[in-house]
């Protein structure tokens, strides 16, 4: 009995380990197209809560001296005794996520700016008068 109870608590300690975190966000971002094998990924920090966990990752590119890292946090749930992410912090949709600052909550990107040296109309279609357009006041 004491030999099963020690069985599955190294099982679940092995599930529960920094390197299936981060393997299952390689899982992850192999699947979206981006080439692990071409990147420096360095696990920052782990925090599980039962079968889910927050896990925050920085990313390089290999051999770029200098190169200024990209930190992402994702969040994970056990699936199948894997790591599988479910979300990112910043993402839409995901309760608790907190947008990454100048993010667009409402999707969509940011606001078209105007062209230097364009006009830019009201909604009315026609330009605003100048000080210089309007007539000379009159005294009372």
Same mark, same amino acid.
């Given at each position: !009995? ?12 092995? @599930?529960?380990?920094? /390197?299936?975190?981060?393997? %299952?966000?390689? *899982? ?10 071409? !990147? ?5 920090? @782990? ?6 966990? *927050? &896990?925050t990752i920085s990313m390089t590119a290999k051999g770029i001296q200098g190169a200024t890292p990209m930190s992402l946090t994702y969040h994970l749930e056990q699936q199948n005794n894997k790591w599988v992410v479910v979300g990112?912090?910043?993402? +839409? ?5 907190? +947008?990454?600052?100048? *993010? ?9 700016? &105007?062209?230097?040296?364009? /006009?830019?109309?009201?909604?009315? %279609? ?10 000379? &006041?009159?005294?009372?």
């Amino acid at each position: !009995m004491l030999l099963l109870i020690l069985c599955i608590a190294a099982c679940q300690h092995g @599930v529960q380990s920094n /390197e299936a975190v981060r393997q %299952g966000i390689i *899982d992850h971002l192999s699947k979206a197209g981006i080439n692990v094998a071409a !990147m420096d990924l360095t696990l920052s920090s @782990v925090q599980f809560n039962g079968a889910k966990a *927050d &896990a925050t990752i920085s990313m390089t590119a290999k051999g770029i001296q200098g190169a200024t890292p990209m930190s992402l946090t994702y969040h994970l749930e056990q699936q199948n005794n894997k790591w599988v992410v479910v979300g990112r912090a910043g993402s +839409a949709g995901h309760p608790g996520s907190t +947008a990454a600052p100048g *993010d667009n909550p409402h999707g969509g990107g940011a606001m078209p700016t &105007a062209v230097p040296g364009a /006009e830019n109309p009201p909604a009315g %279609g026609s330009k605003m008068p100048s000080p210089q357009d309007l007539p000379p &006041a009159t005294k009372k």
